[in-house]
């Protein structure tokens, strides 16, 4: 493959920071060069032209918006992308009235594949190159999403739901189906290509503490795999906990049980945790998936991300289709800007775009892949339009410095912002249309 040189104005964060406002990169005038699906140089123009006047004679892509690390979803569900926007229900009626009739339809190997599809076209037309996605509970739901995945050559997370009880027989499995599916497909797909597993039990009052038991089977026979679940969403949610899981003091304490809290555990929400949870996670190097708009959209609550913060537990932004009510991680930012100021704490733009570029890579053990521009990673890219709506482009034109621009692009912006997205070094999306090259 031939060097691709990209021009344009540039920002990333090179690094993990707890201060993302003091440590980015930002060249008004910068080059990206891509070379076999990596990333070969970084930097100012004038200093690659002028280290290789040759360069100027290779084709350019002249890019006249801003060019970000590809963004990355720590939570979302893409089997519940169809019932995005489904009104007037909390967490556990949500799950029962509108999620699991949807999930039952991945049974059907064909409507999981056209399913994937669409999601993945979602997510590069949002600027998401990579996420963490929970499946259903059928196997086919995996395979479906990971082949999908594969012909984009897309880095992407996902797991079969476990889950034994306290749902439908229509999605259940058991302990032993639940853990030899789960084992065939990590030896499937787990680092095949693009492609990470992760042991994916729904969240604890749907898993037996003997399925919970062979997660943390599988968790012990595959360290290098992700965990994602969920925990402390809701207030009815804890108390249900209680009633299920007597023996064990806290939410967090379950998991902990079952050897489930690790690094490269996603922890979905965490908004309702005891003092012993926070230091239960940072001491675990756990993560919490910081989900703004799924909290307010189901009345949830509202998330302590300073809290996080001074405790030392790692956090990364995410969506949670369809309970979020955007895949756009611009809308998501805007939404947990919001969750803070309700707490009397300002988040700023350079914080929020981190939490879903280098800090989610960060926290997720892929800040070597992904997340940033950093020479080696790969080239997962996305061009920003800062004209996208007459709205922006006016406030854009009035902005005093970049962190200005940052935050109208946070509060105003959605998809419209997104011109065009990369992966691997290779277009997967144009504003308006798909790649012919790789479209499925």
Known sequence: MSHQLHRGSILHFPRSTLNPGEHYQYWEDGVLVVSQGKIEFLGAATEFFAAQPDAAQLPIEQHQGLIIPGLIDSHVHYPQVEIIASYGKQLLDWLNTYTFPAERQFANAAYASAQAVFFLKQLFAHGTTTASVFATVHPQSVNSFFEAAERYNARMICGKILMDRHCPDFLQDTPEQGYRDSKQLIEQWHKQGRALYAITPRFAPTSSEAQLAKAGQLASEHPDTFIQTHLSENTNEVQWINELFPDHSDYLAVYEAHGLVRERALFGHGIHLTDREYIGLAQAGATISFCPSSNLFLGSGLFNYQRALAEGVSVALASDVGGGTSLSMFANQADAYKVCQLQQTSLSPFESLYLCTQGAAQSMGLADKVGNLNVGTEADFVVLNLNATPMLSQRVQHSRNLSDTLFALTTLGD??????????????????????????
């Open 415 to 440: 998809d419209r912002l997104i011109a065009k997205t990369y992966i691997a070094g290779q277009q997967v999306y144009q504003q308006g249309q798909y790649d012919v090259a790789t479209d499925i």
